[in-house]
């Protein structure tokens, strides 16, 4: 009798894909970014793949059972902001990928900085700006 294994899952280099996961407790604030960064953030980048976080519980388990790229957090939602959230994860998950934190005004820079954030983008958002902002951010773990 012989037994059969199941292949592992393909990388994200092997399937041309990248992941990404989108914390916001509001439904719309997940889909404007999506819609602003695309299914690529640039040319030279893979396709993304995203994953959808609604609650603080959501993002943690998301985030210590997968392999993202990178994270886009909104530092507005509400209980616990996408800020709280980043400075969490940037203390206790071994190896957190890149954190991105969606602002309400300019000013709270500093904060997301206190956060541990690797990049803000300030409401309102720009398309153009947040693109950026994740392709820069994945351009840098690729190397």
């Known amino acids: 009798m012989t037994s059969t294994q199941t292949p592992p899952a393909p990388t994200a280099e092997e399937t041309g894909t990248v992941d990404l996961l989108i914390y916001s407790d509001d439904v719309d604030t997940r889909q404007a ?64 990928p890149p954190a991105l934190v969606l602002t309400a005004r300019p000013q709270d820079a500093w904060l997301a900085a206190w956060a541990e954030a690797d990049a803000i983008v300030s409401a309102p958002l720009d398309p153009v700006e947040l693109q950026e902002a994740v392709a820069s951010l994945l351009r840098r773990v690729a190397k």
């Open 33 to 96: 970014v999506m819609a602003a960064v695309g299914r690529r953030a640039a040319k030279d980048l893979p396709l993304i793949r995203w994953t959808e976080a609604a609650t603080h519980a959501g993002v943690v388990k998301k985030v210590e059972e997968g392999s993202f790229a990178l994270l886009v957090l909104d530092g507005e939602a509400a209980k616990v902001g996408g800020m709280a959230v980043c400075r969490q994860l940037k203390n206790e998950v071994y190896n957190c």
